[in-house]
């Protein structure tokens, strides 16, 4: 009887890990069934809002969206912020960056991402857990940039990830939680800036990154793998006119093929976004992007699968001027479906330049 028992709890440790690890995902199943689709989703209210187009030109958390960007920073800043998403989810970051002359840029940022109250869990026996058990993502890093040339910056930066969740049920129909403490995540960037309206960007995400969860209850013993693969990311942000105001488009191919041990996944998956930004006027741009477009190796290998799953989302959002309350600061709100159709993802950030 206590091994059957102990049987079910390994059972449900690893539904627990599928689970979290899906219902953090803003892909769809194709990204959803790989490690660290958290970390995937657009972080700050101006990625949100430019459907993730971001690599090429963020003006923030560059710590995180492109360490190259750091080197070109005239001005330091520091930016807080926050959102909702669906499900219950919740999102906190901040980031600060500066440039060290004649051609050095640093940077540091933080991104929590979670559950904090994960309801309506049921046990095999169908009742429900007592507790309100929290799934949690603290993901930090610090950048480096260096101007190589005029045009052409470099940057890299070293992650470190923090991670919780649910693992097994006690007696007393609670729950319990693992942890996972990972370093040595490498971000890898460049960016050319082609002139004044073009720029290219291109990008390696999550290299190296991995850990091992530990579960135990009593006897009972197992380890999980958690193997984030590493995304490439093909960018480019140009210079346009609209109404007589300028306006700038981005776009971001983001390619998942391999995973850290340089093998090639099973399923690899091409994600198209594209954004755009029209400054209409002085203390007002305007923002809207469709992101999540999802090319998938299920097109030639099951079509139908394919356009059964087919999803996309739609965002937009808005950048405010605030000089008038504080010198320096610059307010975002972005929006967004939900990829999977689960509701709305929202962001608000605060900016100060100084």
Request: aromatic share 10%.
């Amino acid at each position: 009887m206590e091994k059957s028992l102990l049987q079910n709890r390994r059972l449900i440790t690893k539904a627990l890990l599928c689970a979290c690890i899906f219902t953090h995902t803003f892909a769809s199943s194709y990204l959803g069934g790989y490690a660290g689709a958290s970390l995937r989703m657009p972080m700050g209210a101006q990625a949100l809002a430019l459907g993730n187009a971001i690599t090429a030109s963020p003006s923030y958390n560059s710590v995180f969206l492109n360490p190259a960007l750091l080197s070109l920073r005239k001005i330091p800043l520091i930016a807080v912020g926050g959102g909702a998403y669906s499900s219950g989810r919740a999102d906190a970051h901040g980031s600060g960056e500066w440039r060290l002359p004649p051609r050095l840029g640093v940077g540091f940022g933080f991104l929590y991402r979670g559950d904090p109250r994960m309801e309506n869990i049921y046990k095999s026996d169908e009742s429900q857990v007592t507790n309100r058990p929290s799934h949690t993502v603290i993901d930090s890093r610090l950048g480096l940039s260096y101007l190589a040339q005029r045009t052409l910056s470099l940057g890299a930066s070293l992650g470190i990830r923090y991670q919780s969740l649910p693992a097994y049920f006690l007696d007393n129909g609670t729950t319990t939680s693992e942890e996972l403490f990972a370093i040595g995540a490498l971000d890898l960037a460049a960016r050319l800036q082609v002139n004044q309206h073009v720029a290219f960007a291109v990008m390696v995400q999550h290299l190296g990154a991995s850990g091992e969860w530990q579960f135990s209850d009593g006897e009972l013993g197992s380890a999980v793998a958690d193997n984030i693969p590493p995304t490439f990311i093909l960018a480019s942000s140009s210079g346009l006119t609209l109404l007589a105001k300028p306006c700038i488009w981005t776009c971001d191919f983001r390619i998942t093929a391999i995973d850290n041990a340089f093998k090639k996944l099973e399923r690899s998956t091409l994600v198209i976004s594209n954004g755009f930004e029209w400054r209409g006027w002085k203390e007002v741009a305007l923002r809207g992007g469709i992101g999540d477009l999802s090319l998938d190796s299920d097109i030639f290998q099951n079509a139908s699968s394919y356009r059964d799953n087919f999803t996309l989302s739609v965002s937009a959002g808005i950048e405010l001027d605030a000089a008038r309350i504080l010198k320096g600061l610059m307010l975002n709100y972005g929006i967004a479906t939900d990829k999977v159709g689960a509701g709305i993802n929202q962001q608000l950030d605060c900016v100060y330049s100084f």
